[in-house]
């Protein structure tokens, strides 16, 4: 059990379709990440939250857009997505911006078709 | 600008052998953190350790042991007498001080392969 909790573990979608990752810890951290790991990159960091605000919006594309209701819960919603959108989506928290360690989720597998 | 290079792609060894994987940064902060994360086949990352700028103690943890040389910006982690559990890619990470909102850079990572 790491504390922060990744679902779905998997997906399929097809370019057409719309889905949402959904992230939640349990750690009572501030701060939460989205990242992407894919084959040929190191991993990537997509958005930052900061106190439920987002913080850091590192220039990813329009057809993912994060929302983050409470310091607990994070989604990324897909729509649109292209094949090289294929990879490993990992959520991650930590207690605020101030150097501490972040705590990752098993990940999303995700797969466009 | 931050970078974090982990020049060795792969590295298998023999089991209970002692293995180097090194991480060589660049940043222009005089305060920020490193990290090194290991991520097993199930995907999630795990925290291994945390060191900041001023601290350059070695640091030993049972088998683990990372060597901070700030001379030569490098964050050595070595493995003694490796299981064959510690087969996992390990990232190495950096994060600047300045940067309030904990953005941490990570390296391409070092798939390591411990064969029995």
Redesign the interface.
Same mark, same amino acid.
């Given at each position: 059990e790491t504390g922060v909790t990744q679902t779905p573990r998997h997906l399929v979608m097809g370019m057409t379709n719309k889905k949402s990752l959904k992230c939640e810890q349990h750690l009572g951290h501030n701060a939460m990440y989205w990242y992407k790991q894919s084959a040929k990159k190191p991993l990537e960091l997509m958005f930052v939250y900061n106190f439920k605000e987002q913080t850091e919006n590192n220039s990813v594309p329009s057809r993912f857009s994060p929302e983050c209701p409470n310091s607990s819960h994070l989604f990324l919603h897909l729509h649109t997505l292209q094949p090289e959108d294929s990879a490993l989506y990992l959520c991650a928290s930590s207690q605020d911006g101030s150097g501490g360690e972040a705590f990752f989720g098993q990940g999303t597998r995700l797969t466009v078709v | 600008a931050q970078k974090?290079t982990q020049a060795q792609t792969e590295i298998s060894v023999v089991e209970k052998e002692d293995v180097t994987l090194d991480c060589v940064y660049e940043t222009r902060d005089t305060t920020?953190?490193l +990290?090194w994360?290991k991520q097993p086949p &199930? /995907?999630?990352?795990? +925290?291994l350790i !945390?060191r %900041?700028s001023f601290d350059e103690q070695n640091e030993i943890s049972g088998r683990y042991s990372w060597n901070f040389q700030k001379s030569t910006s490098s964050f050595n982690f070595t493995i003694t007498a490796s299981q064959v559990v510690d087969s996992a890619v390990y +990232?190495c990470a950096l &994060?600047e001080?300045r %940067? !309030? *909102? *904990?953005? #941490? #850079? +990570? /390296?391409? /990572?070092t798939r390591l392969h411990i064969l029995p």
């Open positions: - | 974090v920020y953190y +990290f994360y &199930s /995907g999630e990352l795990v +925290f !945390r %900041n +990232f &994060s001080a %940067n !309030r *909102d *904990d953005k #941490i #850079i +990570f /390296g391409k /990572g």
